[in-house]
């Protein structure tokens, strides 16, 4: 069982910056692609960044682009999403998903295709 947690979420001015995290206790991340999605009531859950098993590989959603950093620690026992400069528009609750059967290294934006999800963690964006 891969169970995922978030960390990190908060309430921040526009402009602010904070840092996500996505762990698990009982294995490490490093043989999966690991996800950040958002979810807005009433909108459909969007991908905001991903990271392939090794981190060589990440996307961004054009949303976010330039803003949102998207890392793995050296041993790959967590990862991290850092967010600058947000707006309010950020504002969403923030989820990790890691997909265990992406065998090459890369990853993608497609929910369901995602097997673990973390419980997710509330950004708020406003002044």
């Known amino acids: 069982q891969l169970q995922l947690v978030e960390s990190g979420g908060g309430l921040v001015q526009p402009g602010g910056s904070l840092r996500l995290a996505c762990t698990n206790s009982?294995?490490?991340?490093?043989?999966?692609?690991v996800a950040w999605f958002r979810q807005v009531p009433g909108k459909e859950r969007e991908g905001v960044s991903c990271i392939s098993s090794s981190g060589r590989k990440t996307l961004y959603a054009d949303s976010v682009k330039g803003r949102f950093t998207i890392s793995r620690d050296n041993s790959k026992k967590q990862v991290y999403l850092q967010m600058d400069s947000l707006k309010p528009e950020d504002t969403a609750v923030y989820y990790c998903a890691a997909d265990l059967t992406v065998y090459s290294d890369d990853c993608h934006f497609r929910s369901d295709e995602y097997d673990y999800w973390g419980q997710g963690t509330q950004v708020t964006v406003s002044s």
């Open positions: 009982q294995f490490t991340l490093d043989y999966y692609a």
